[in-house]
């Protein structure tokens, strides 16, 4: 099955192990991916905090170029990414306004053919029955699935089945193995951008969010977002700092824990890049 | 009802006129409040916020844009997932960031935060994508937070998250075309 | 030549400070047809009233036209006194020169030849009047209440001891329907099922009152006065008259565990069961989805225990058609369940229950006997939060109205808990508190001040469960919308009442209207509130908005007058507005067709197939023709039909193209 695939800043920064992990998982998928040339940054939180125009305008561009390359179906693995392009495609096909203002100003036009998918759209495709019934290991692990804010809300831009307790992330890992427990904390936020700029109020979100996946008994905590990721895992010292706990709980990207039950090493899957250790992961996963 | 221009010129009026959000719909029920996760760090809560909206005077429109709140909204959409009266907060939110920025109204508090939001796109102009390095670099520069974080850096560029060069330019300078004065809804 | 008299009226200044009423009398002395015209102070009074009467028997007028207000204000005033000066009441209308001019306008010129023209048309029309009679029905005394709620019983019970009969229908296998759910009633703390089961027993015992349980009703044909109703009494599995009631049966059904609908899914009942204890009848049904012998063709345990030997297996439903004069509708409403809640839970902690539940939990007859106990393990709830507006008034979920019965039924949960669990907190979350009724108020005060119940105004945005508590997260408005968690052993939605979910079908099979709610509507939200649309078809209770338990029982009584005053008459006299499809000599009979388009745009069902015969008994054609205790006058099918056959008495064609012609010849 082949996709476009529209990284953002983050999956080749802070954040590239899981794309590391994505492509690493590809081939064994039978995926391919058709990256959206020249790329440029969908302007994440910061430019609709300051300009509504403008943040339609750098996802346009995007979803422009993505035209140009005729890919059908755009998966965008960033949670921040995705919600961006997702609202500027309903903006661009919806709010006749915009659209004009933005052809006028930057000539930029999108007819709105690419579709626009969650990493979890892809691998519910992919991971089937069959799929899962050859997978070389099984990850058979008590996880609690973490979708964060923007995989799930807003809704119309989601269209997402049970908002306040989705379950599309369950399904997945539960074909390769693990075992997802019921939790109170799955789409609730973890601080996101104000990871620089209000680190206590992080520590404090995120603390809540831990607490509440040890007490369940998870073992890992699988998240599709690299916001989220790095606010629970490279963030882990703030938060312990904050609730003064300390938790072992390693943070997984869900394209991780596909690649455990493939067969792939924690090497391939860039697990080294964690703050967080997944030595309890990998040695019992092996 | 939106015959007097004295009601088009307070920010219930624009945010109705120009986007369609009435927040005359708010009947006060908080819970926005109730579930906003920053919400025990904010100085007026957002119903206080839609309720001081929907006084529309000039005294309580300028305290709005002078809160602390409108920075510290994470835009999870918590609240307008849960709205009774279906009011898209975060969008009401933007509107008033951008509103304050354009007068200049932003909270001595919030300043760090607006400096981040300056540096992400300053970076993003300069180099189409976001290069981490330097939009901390300019960050620090603007706030003075240089100690923060300085702990991280090397563990981060050890683990390879950290880039020393920038991205290929992708030049996508022609869209920053915004300005402070004129900031569109 | 018609001899037609025309009456100005100033209604003091009403009119006449705008319209010149002098000028529109003479000017309409002119008109052709016009015998007599002459203007007036108050034409309603008594005076000018009998102007009209002695112009008529003076000048021997053929039609009257009274230049006035609206003829929602005096149309049967001044038909009454032609009718007592001999002429038929239907050759007088009124011309609206109030309401649709002097109101409306400054005074002017225009003004006043606004009125002429007014009255001109008016004119136009009475010149084509015909004499019409008002129409004759007899009435079937006898009426039909669906469903056997409160509401439905003080219906029946007010109708049959006026003397007429009833007959009863409720869908459940006793009567009783939510009210026999409650716990105790507000505001006067006194237990539900004490002072609603002997009203039970009365409807069981009233030598008037024909009591069908297990039944529904299927269809209803007919008009006022006339309607056959056809109920489907579904299979008891019982026979009644053996069965003593005694229960054994009940006790040897090896299913156990079917989630009580009485107790809200929160205790048990086997498959064949009597819902309570002080069910109406107290004899048992089998549930046959849930039956084993039903299933597997194996068990009849029932069977070999029962004494009496009254179960049988192969009973049939039975269909019968009844013959009734009126309807009342008292089908009541139903709760929102917990799981339609995403940021409670979806329904999937078992410690947050809905209003409902919470009654089974404190009732003496429910599942924990009136002990306060929550559902997940039994414990006694120390913490328990109630929550109001759970659905209601919230437009994104599609609810905009207030349910109306919470307030205070969430004041007594609390009130009762803490009666109940004396060093165990209550909080309610609350919008508002509406409580309006007679001795409401003071009730939630006494909650407040008395029983300490800690109200907070603001609304939950989320609960969900962390270690065994239930947590709630809300804010408290009051104090500068401050978050508030509280960690509960127990939740209590306040859902919203919604309409039951058969209602839309119910109202399809009487046709009445419903809203978009699928609440029955009334006639009048003001004026006519128990009547529906449909002549004869009354509402009373919640199946019309959800009401307490005070209101259901004023409404069903005020339904009740309604019917008997209906009953007081042998025959009914209805306006002759009704449609009518022509009739004409042989061979053509009528202009009709036969296309039937009007039979499929009559919102009342009136369109009956009519076939034309000779004399020999040959079949000639068949035509529609309109049952005048149906038609309502609405005239759609007027405008449906191809061939131009049908006519509205009163309102032909002719005469409103005679109207509408008048207005544009100069």
């Known amino acids: 099955m082949k996709f476009g695939l529209y990284p953002g800043c983050s999956l080749e920064a802070s954040s590239r192990e899981y794309l590391e992990s994505l492509r690493a998982i590809a081939p064994k998928l039978g995926l391919e991916f058709e990256e959206v040339k020249n790329w440029n940054c969908c302007g994440a939180s910061s430019a609709h905090a300051i300009d509504h125009l403008f943040s339609v305008a750098l996802p346009a561009t995007i979803l422009a170029q993505a035209e140009q390359q005729q890919l059908k179906d755009l998966v965008v693995p960033c949670a921040a990414c995705y919600s961006r392009l997702a609202i500027a495609k309903i903006e661009l096909t919806e709010n006749a306004k915009v659209r004009n203002e933005l052809q006028a100003k930057y000539h930029l036009s999108y007819t709105g053919t690419t579709n626009i998918l969650t990493i979890l759209d892809v691998l519910e495709r992919v991971i089937t029955p069959e799929v899962s019934k050859q997978l070389p290991k099984r990850f058979t692990k008590n996880v609690v699935c973490y979708y964060g804010c923007l995989l799930v809300r807003p809704q119309r831009i989601t269209n997402v089945q049970r908002v306040e307790d989705p379950q599309q992330m369950e399904e997945i890992v539960k074909t390769i193995g693990a075992h997802p427990l019921p939790w109170g904390m799955k789409t609730e936020c973890c601080g996101a951008s104000f990871s620089i700029t209000r680190t206590e109020l992080v520590g404090k979100l995120c603390g809540r969010v831990l607490d509440d996946a040890v007490c369940r008994g998870a073992e890992a905590i699988i998240v599709a977002c690299p916001m989220c990721h790095s606010n629970l895992d490279m963030r882990r010292s703030v938060i312990e700092h904050v609730t003064g706990k300390k938790y072992t709980i390693p943070v997984l990207f869900i394209t991780q824990v596909i690649g455990f039950a493939l067969g792939l090493t924690p090497a391939q899957l860039g697990m080294t890049r964690h703050f967080v250790s997944t030595e309890s992961i990998v040695s019992t996963s092996v | 009802m939106l015959q007097d221009q004295k009601y088009r010129s307070t920010l219930s009026g624009t945010l109705y006129s120009k986007l369609g959000i009435h927040v005359e719909r708010c009947y006060q029920c908080g819970k926005c409040s109730a579930g906003c996760p920053a919400a025990s760090a904010m100085d007026l809560k957002p119903s206080i916020i839609l309720r001081m909206l929907q006084v529309e005077n000039e005294r309580y429109d300028r305290e709005v844009l002078q809160s602390?709140?409108?920075?510290?909204?994470?835009?999870?959409?918590?609240?307008?997932?849960?709205?009774?009266?279906?009011?898209?907060?975060?969008?009401?939110?933007?509107?008033?960031?951008?509103?304050?920025?354009?007068?200049?109204?932003?909270?001595?508090?919030?300043?760090?935060?607006?400096?981040?939001?300056?540096?992400?796109?300053?970076?993003?102009?300069?180099?189409?994508?976001?290069?981490?390095?330097?939009?901390?670099?300019?960050?620090?520069?603007?706030?003075?937070?240089?100690?923060?974080d300085v702990l991280l850096a090397p563990v981060l560029f050890l683990k390879g998250k950290l880039t020393v060069v920038p991205h290929k330019c992708v030049s996508i300078k022609q869209l920053f075309t915004w300005k402070k004065q004129e900031s569109s809804l | 030549m018609a001899r037609i008299g025309v009456f100005v009226c100033h209604c003091g200044e009403n009119i006449a400070a705008t319209v010149d009423c002098e000028k529109v009398a003479k000017a309409c002395a002119q008109l052709p047809g016009v015998a007599y015209s002459i203007d007036y102070k108050y034409m309603c009074s008594d005076p000018g009233q009998n102007l009209i009467r002695e112009a008529i028997k003076e000048k021997n007028l053929t039609g009257v036209v009274v230049a006035a207000c609206s003829p929602r204000m005096h149309e049967p005033t001044f038909r009454r006194a032609c009718a007592e000066a001999g002429l038929n009441p239907y050759l007088c209308e009124m011309a609206n020169i109030r309401e649709h001019c002097s109101w409306v306008h400054p005074k002017s010129e225009e003004t006043t030849l606004k009125a002429i023209d007014i009255v001109k048309t008016i004119i136009a029309k009475v010149r084509k009047n015909q004499p019409l009679y008002p129409i004759k029905v007899p009435v079937t005394k006898t009426a039909l209440v669906i469903g056997g709620g409160i509401a439905g019983i003080q219906a029946a019970l007010d109708i049959a001891n006026a003397g007429h009969r009833v007959i009863l229908v409720e869908k459940e296998p006793s009567i009783g329907g939510h009210m026999a759910q409650l716990s105790e009633t507000f505001p006067t703390l006194d237990c539900s099922q004490c002072i609603l089961t002997p009203r039970m027993v009365e409807v069981a015992q009233h030598p008037s009152i024909t009591l069908y349980t297990y039944a529904e009703v299927e269809s209803l044909t007919g008009f006022i006065g006339n309607f056959v109703a056809r109920i489907r009494k579904k299979a008891k599995s019982i026979d009644e008259k053996l069965c003593t009631g005694c229960g054994e049966c009940v006790n040897a059904c090896p299913i156990k565990k079917i989630p009580s609908e009485f107790n809200m899914g929160l205790g048990t009942r086997p498959a064949i069961y009597i819902p309570f204890p002080q069910a109406v009848p107290n004899k048992p049904v089998i549930d046959r989805s849930r039956c084993t012998y039903f299933r597997t063709g194996k068990c009849r345990f029932c069977e070999s225990k029962c004494p009496t030997k009254a179960i049988r297996f192969d009973q049939n439903d039975e269909v019968i058609n009844v013959q009734v004069g009126a309807v009342v509708v008292a089908t009541g409403f139903t709760v929102l369940e917990s799981t339609f809640f995403p940021e409670y839970g979806y329904g999937q902690y078992k410690d947050v229950v809905t209003g409902l539940q919470f009654e089974r939990i404190l009732s003496a007859s429910g599942p924990t006997l009136g002990e306060v106990r929550r559902p997940s393990d039994g414990a006694i709830p120390k913490k328990v939060v109630f929550i109001t507006c759970a659905g209601s008034r919230d437009p994104a979920k599609g609810i905009e109205y207030c349910s109306k019965i919470c307030c205070m039924y969430t004041a007594k949960h609390a009130m009762l808990y803490k009666h109940k669990v004396h060093d165990g907190q209550a909080y309610v979350f609350y919008m508002d508190i509406r409580a309006t009724g007679k001795g409401y108020d003071e009730f939630v005060r006494r909650a407040i001040e008395e029983d300490h119940v800690k109200y907070i105004r603001g609304r939950v945005s989320r609960v969900y469960e962390r270690n065994g508590k239930i947590v709630v997260c809300g804010a408290d408005t009051l104090l500068g919308a401050e978050p508030v968690e509280i960690e509960a052993d127990m939740v209590v939605l306040a859902t919203a009442g919604v309409a039951n979910p058969g209602a839309e079908e119910l109202a399809q099979a009487l046709h009445i209207s419903y809203d978009r709610h699928r609440f029955f509507t009334e006639a009048h939200p003001k004026l006519r509130p128990v009547e529906t649309n449909t002549a004869g078809i009354f509402l009373a209770g919640a199946c019309q908005s959800p009401k307490d338990i005070p209101e259901s029982v004023g409404q069903a009584s005020a339904t009740a007058s309604k019917v008997v005053a209906l009953f007081s008459r042998d025959e009914l006299t209805r306006e002759p507005i009704v449609a009518v499809v022509n009739r004409c000599a042989p061979p053509l009979y009528s202009t009709c067709v036969g296309c039937f388009m009007c039979q499929t745009a009559c919102p009342y069902s009136a369109i009956e197939r009519e076939e034309l015969r000779t004399r020999d008994g040959t079949l000639v054609k068949t035509v529609a023709r309109v049952n005048p205790g149906l038609c309502q006058g609405c005239g759609t099918c007027v405008a449906f039909c191809r061939s131009k056959s049908i006519d509205l008495q009163g309102y032909s064609n002719e005469q409103m193209y005679a109207e509408v012609v008048e207005l544009f010849a100069e």
């Open chain 2, 68 to 148: 602390y709140t409108i920075w510290l909204c994470l835009s999870c959409h918590t609240c307008s997932t849960r709205c009774p009266m279906e009011i898209d907060i975060p969008r009401v939110m933007d509107v008033l960031r951008s509103e304050s920025l354009r007068q200049n109204l932003i909270h001595p508090r919030a300043k760090d935060i607006v400096a981040f939001h300056v540096s992400f796109l300053n970076t993003i102009k300069r180099f189409g994508r976001l290069w981490e390095v330097g939009m901390i670099v300019e960050y620090k520069i603007r706030t003075r937070h240089f100690f923060q």
